[in-house]
């Protein structure tokens, strides 16, 4: 069973940077077969899709509220994804989930099918 570990949540000023970590811990999983995501969900609100990445060529798509300020990554020899975040907000405060899905099926831009999920990094942003 694939099991995804998030690391590197945190407290931090406005302006300030954070990066998550996202493990796959089995050995055999496919991540060449995968996409694999960044979710936030913050208090009252519905899990959104941040930023995801296809593992096999390394595109990646961002949510608007992001763009030029977040970065998401992978390091294949890791099997570990990354979100590097700067100019943090306060809105940007939530528990930050990784995901991940066969990239078959879905578009990138798509935030259906994520079948396989982190257990949540709590990311505050004070002002």
């Known amino acids: 069973q694939v099991q995804l570990v998030e690391s590197g949540g945190g407290s931090v000023q406005a302006g300030g940077s954070l990066r998550l970590s996202c493990a796959a811990s089995?050995?055999?999983?496919?991540?060449?077969?995968?996409?694999m995501g960044w979710f936030r969900q913050a208090p009252g609100k519905e899990r959104d899709l941040v930023a995801a990445i296809r593992w096999s060529d390394g595109r990646t798509t961002y949510a608007d509220s992001v763009k030029g300020r977040f970065t998401i990554s992978r390091d294949n020899a890791k099997n570990t994804m990354y979100l590097q975040m700067n100019s943090l907000k306060p809105e940007d405060t939530a528990v930050y989930y990784c995901?991940?899905?066969?990239?078959?099926?879905?578009?990138?831009?798509?935030?259906?099918?994520?079948?396989?999920w982190g257990q949540g990094t709590q990311v505050t942003v004070s002002s």
């Open positions: 995901g991940a899905r066969p990239a078959s099926v879905y578009a990138l831009t798509d935030d259906r099918g994520y079948a396989y």
């Open positions: 089995e050995r055999t999983f496919r991540t060449y077969t995968m996409d």
